[in-house]
């Protein structure tokens, strides 16, 4: 029986799971694959802290070195940038597959990191980067590998999802959903990666590179978090038939392509509306395969441990059998991809406004002057009591567009911010609609 001989850089969390899974499951994985994954050494500059799991005292080291000495295939669990590239870049320069969970590095870094590693003819393993414990880049590397895959929308941020769906089903202002998701473990005491959306956006760029066969610069992608989400406008989307996500988005046409995170309505009765809580979702769509779904837990010790172990397997696998073809998220499409910005969508547009006849044709002729049609409107005075509003002759009126160029909505938005009639800025929420 062959073995191959692991090594683990970084034992927090996900590396206590991670090392715990490769010992309790030893046999059930030597069984299922034919092949002893043997834990050489795991590296960690601090032992004396409490963990989930204890790891057998003779195969710790504070020495990194240990590990690229003594292992086939080096995990890092690290995180961040500096350390983790110049450990992975070193793994990969001596011969080592590497697997590793760090999307920010990936999102950032990744194309040296892949091509490097197609010139050592080694392996890097990300599937715990993105979705923890939902295979999804399997999916994308195995799975649907003979579609061109047209679109992706993502669910991939638990922390987001779940004061979202606070405040949809309970009523939350945005402040206290934040402060149960901290209380419950579920947000990080500073949590702007994840409510300014940094996070899931490190994963679409992981993704769209890995769909569409180019590295996407990470300053190309558009983000924007869910921090100024207001009550209000779930609310009133609810009654208009939509549920708030912030969605993760890359969509691929003739030539360009779009990669974006922002809050986004959907509609209600759709299946990414659904997944509520900490649970993360991606809908892949191929141009054979049709529509796909992955669901799952998206983050925590285990989920992303199993995610892990799958990649030690499948490098495990490759290494005993000597065929190292796979798909990278790098260099494999000769068409050029241009990153578009002006966006083709639905919007949903709320105005501040006295409650007065003229005020909704004055805001429609300036859209009507960019170019942008009104599907739908919505005034009601009773929304005012909702919104805890003071001043009751200010109502919010909300427009539904039909679709439109970011730009010409974004020149519009500010030509009707100068009108007497809107008080302070409006608010603009994307809507998207695959059958509209």
């Not at 414990?133 to 994308?140: D, E, S, T």
């Not at 003979?146 to 979202?164: A, D, F, K, M, S």
């Not at 208009?240 to 995170?261: H, N, Q």
């Not at 509609?267 to 141009?287: F, P, Q, R, T, W």
């Amino acid at each position: 029986m062959k073995t191959v001989r692991v090594g683990v850089v970084g034992c927090g969390v996900v590396g206590t799971g991670t090392v715990r899974l490769l010992i309790e499951n030893k046999d059930i994985i030597r069984k299922k694959t034919g092949i002893n994954f043997e834990l050489s050494y795991v590296a960690d500059l601090d032992w004396d802290r409490e963990r989930e799991f204890e790891v057998p005292k003779d195969i710790r080291t504070t020495d990194y070195r240990k590990v690229l000495d003594e292992s086939d295939v080096v995990v890092e669990l690290v995180g961040g940038t500096d350390f983790a590239r110049k450990l992975i870049l070193e793994a990969i320069d001596r011969g080592k597959d590497v697997v590793t969970a760090n999307k920010h590095l990936l999102a950032l870094e990744g194309e040296e990191i892949f091509l490097r590693a197609r010139e050592k003819d080694v392996r890097v393993g990300f599937e715990a980067s993105v979705g923890g414990g939902i295979p999804v880049i399997k999916a994308l590397r195995e799975g649907l590998a003979g579609n061109r895959i047209n679109t992706i929308y993502g669910i991939l941020n638990g922390t987001t999802n779940y004061i979202l769906t606070k405040m949809d089903q309970e009523g939350l202002d945005f402040t206290t959903a934040l402060k149960e998701a901290q209380e419950r473990g579920y947000a990080e005491a500073d949590p702007t990666l994840d409510v300014e959306g940094l996070d899931a956006a490190h994963k679409i760029t992981i993704l769209a590179g890995l769909a569409f066969g180019r590295y996407f610069p990470f300053e190309d992608v558009h983000v924007e978090g869910i921090g100024q989400t207001e009550k209000l406008d779930v609310e009133l989307g609810r009654e208009m038939g939509y549920t708030l996500k912030l969605l993760a988005i890359a969509k691929r046409f003739d030539g360009e392509a779009e990669i974006r995170v922002h809050p986004t309505f959907i509609h209600s009765e759709e299946a990414l509306a659904k997944v509520s809580g900490v649970y993360n979702a991606v809908m892949i769509e191929g141009d054979f395969v049709g529509h796909t779904m992955y669901y799952g837990q998206g983050a925590g010790s285990h989920p992303t441990a199993s995610a892990v172990i799958s990649d030690i397997i499948d490098v495990g696998i490759t290494r005993s059998s000597g065929c190292r073809v796979e798909v990278t998220p790098v260099d494999w499409e000769d068409l050029e991809l241009v990153v578009r910005k002006n966006f083709f969508s639905r919007y949903y547009l709320r105005f501040d406004v006295p409650d007065r006849p003229g005020v909704l044709a004055s805001i429609a002729k300036v859209l009507a002057d960019f170019n942008i049609s009104i599907a739908s409107v919505l005034q009601k005075e009773m929304v005012c009591e909702l919104a805890g509003r003071q001043d009751e002759q200010v109502v919010p009126l909300v427009i539904l567009t039909h679709k439109a160029y970011e730009r010409d909505v974004q020149k519009a938005l500010k030509e009707i911010t100068k009108l007497p009639v809107v008080v302070g800025q409006p608010v603009l929420i994307r809507v998207e609609e695959e059958a509209y």
